[in-house]
T-cell receptor, first 114, second 112 residues
């Protein structure tokens, strides 16, 4: 019940295309859903996040779509660029014992071809 | 504002040895969490410290331990290393009540 399932494991997209990464969760106590972006040799960095009271959040070319009833959320990268090539992690968190507990997906390695 | 600093960045150990990794959080951040990253497994939560106390712990064996100092710097220790402990160990800090983790670049441990 604590898992966050992420797919696909890897993704290759042409420059200018749309990249879509999906995540599913089971624990309805989760109330914060961030996406992290990790470049080689770097730690993950927060990209965009959403709370379950909204169905979509957009920041530039990055959009999170959230389906509360299906317990699924996805990251869409519009007009994908070679600089977007990185590993993306979805996560879900909830407050417990005075702190936010995070569960991360297994990651998606995105490669955008020039 | 300096980010999260982890040392060492790379290290090689042999089975049976022990290792200590260090993490300096962002100034003012009192919560430090540790994660193990391996291919295919994503980020697995090890433990979280706040004000020198372990507040949460993941499902790792007792060989994995940590501590936090009064200046919020944290260390994690892995004893009796196994080949499967080879991974990138990430430290993340956050401010009290904030729901944002800021990660360091990690310490890559290779166990031979």
């Amino acid at each position: 019940q604590q898992q966050v399932k992420q797919s696909p494991q890897s993704l290759i997209v042409q420059k200018g295309g749309i990249s879509i990464i999906n995540c599913a969760y089971e624990n309805t106590a989760f109330d914060y859903f961030p996406w992290y972006q990790q470049f080689p040799g770097k730690g993950p960095a927060l990209l965009i996040a959403i709370r379950p009271d909204v169905s979509e959040k957009k920041e530039g070319r990055f959009t999170i779509s959230f389906n509360k009833s299906a317990k699924q959320f996805s990251l869409h990268i519009m007009d994908s660029q070679p600089g977007d090539s990185a590993t993306y992690f979805c996560a879900a968190s909830s407050m417990a014992s005075g702190t936010y507990k995070y569960i991360f997906g297994t990651g998606t390695r995105l490669k955008v071809l020039a | 504002k300096a980010g999260v600093t982890q040392t060492p960045r790379y290290l090689i150990k042999t089975r049976g040895q022990q290792v200590t990794l260090s993490c300096s959080p962002i100034s003012g951040h009192r919560s430090v969490s540790w994660y193990q990253q391996t291919p295919g497994q994503g980020l697995q939560f090890l433990f979280e410290y706040f004000s020198e106390t372990q507040r949460n712990k993941g499902n790792f064996p007792g060989r994995f331990s940590g501590r936090q100092f009064s200046n919020s710097r944290s260390e994690m220790n892995v004893s009796t290393l196994e080949l499967g402990d080879s991974a990138l160990y990430l430290c993340a800090s956050s401010s009290e009540g904030a729901n944002v983790l800021t990660f360091g670049a990690g310490s890559r441990l290779t166990v031979l």
